[in-house]
């Protein structure tokens, strides 16, 4: 196999997965966006974490959030991070417990097989009364869930993307109706 087809043959299993998953990802999405908007009309700040590799892609949402690349309106969105698996005593549940309050958003991203820091984070916001929103390998008992059905945490990466902008064009929806 050349260049041309590892790499077409790449494009083909991402577009291939990004397909199959519409019907798994467009009911999360439509709750989340619902979600957000919501917390954002009340006052609300999006709390949104992750760890290891993952941290960029929180780094990412946030900035979109922040600063809507359509001229949609900036929402309140904090990226927290780890730069290593969390335990009960971490850096991030210290920074989430300063900063969060009754009704905060906690999204939290985790590509991970096995979730672990999605079922931290789902376990945290109980204890906190907060809301989560939990972007991961499974379906986890939470307030929201998109689950991310893909086999690799590249795939999920890849899908995480799709559903950060389509989360934005629905907040846009929802708060201006354009």
Not at 85 to 107: H, K
């Amino acid at each position: 196999m050349d260049s041309y087809q590892r790499t077409a043959s790449a494009f083909h299993a991402r577009i291939d997965c990004i397909a199959a998953a519409v019907d798994t990802l467009a009911p999360g999405i439509e709750l989340a966006s619902q979600l957000l908007t919501q917390a954002v009309l009340e006052d609300r700040k999006l709390l949104v974490c992750a760890s290891g590799e993952d941290s960029a892609l929180a780094q990412l949402l946030t900035r979109l959030l922040r600063d809507p690349e359509d001229g949609g309106p900036p929402l309140p969105a904090i990226a927290l991070e780890a730069s290593a698996p969390v335990d009960a005593g971490a850096v991030l549940w210290r920074d989430l417990r300063t900063l969060s309050r009754d009704g905060d958003v906690l999204i939290c991203i985790d590509t991970s097989p096995g979730a672990t820091l999605a079922l931290q984070a789902s376990d945290f916001a109980e204890q906190r009364n907060l809301n989560a929103l939990l972007l991961s390998e499974e379906q986890i008992k939470a307030n929201y869930c998109i689950p991310l059905p893909a086999e690799t945490r590249e795939l999920r990466r890849e899908l995480l993307l799709m559903v950060f902008h389509s989360l934005m064009q629905e907040i846009r929806q929802l708060l201006l109706g354009e």
